[in-house]
């Protein structure tokens, strides 16, 4: 597997805000672990159709930036036959968004397409 590089958490759908100071983070990023970092207090689980529409990106645009985060080990993805799924935070990715949501550094998630 090639080493990955900052481009790998970029998406052409989504550009980052010139605005924000967030050292380059992909706002798709951190508009996914906002929203599931806010979903944690809910019992249903997080399907991949209602955060797509949370974070106001297509399917295939969430299912990129998702396989990322699943190898940096911050989400799970749990895929069914018919393509839909639920996704939920890790042990790491809790951690990791309990840390960043503390500060209140965090960018707002990007505007809705």
Known sequence: MSPRND???FDDD???DAGSDNDGV???TVAILRALHEDLADSRDMSLARLAKRVGARQSTL???LTALEDAGLVGVMLTED???QVELTTEGRALCALLMEDGDTPPPPPVH
Request: hydrophobic share 20%; proline share 13%; no cysteine.
């Open 26 to 28: 992909d706002p798709l």
């Open 14 to 16: 989504v550009e980052p």
């Open 7 to 9: 481009e790998d958490l």
């Open 83 to 85: 393509g839909s799924g």
């Open 63 to 65: 299912r990129r930036q």
